[in-house]
């Protein structure tokens, strides 16, 4: 089965970054992380990431207008957002934008890679 092999989780918490990150590497993913949104549009200008996890809370720019800037970027890049405080409005608008998927905080690993894997495979037009 064909799967992204390199995420980037881009969150402020950064207890999320290191256990999600950890959780991730013993999956054999490469893992990089960014705590605002420049940091994740320096990743995606070097083509790193195959999946990209996107918090909607970011301080300075928010995770919608991240969204935009990484979809102008890079507009095939598969990106899922999560959030802690879900809106059925807010997840219209973050799959208006271009996300992959739209998930609630916390999220099971199993579930995630799930998503990640699904969003890769679509964007990439595998079967």
């Not at 969150?11 to 999956?27: K, M, N, V």
Request: net charge negative; hydrophobic share 40%.
């Amino acid at each position: 089965m064909k799967r992204p092999s390199k995420i980037l989780l881009v969150d402020d918490e950064e207890d999320f970054l290191e256990t999600t990150s950890r959780r991730l590497g013993l999956r054999s993913f490469e893992v990089r992380t960014a705590t605002c949104c420049v940091e994740a549009l320096a990743e995606v200008a070097a083509n790193w990431p195959d999946v990209v996890v996107l918090d909607v809370m970011l301080p300075g720019t928010d995770g919608f207008e991240c969204l935009q800037r990484i979809k102008q970027a890079a507009p095939c890049l598969p990106v899922i957002m999560l959030t802690g405080h879900a809106s059925m409005q807010s997840s219209v608008r973050g799959l208006q934008y271009g996300a992959s998927d739209y998930c609630l905080k916390p999220i099971e690993l199993d579930e995630l890679v799930e998503k990640m894997v699904i969003a890769y495979k679509e964007m990439d037009g595998l079967p």
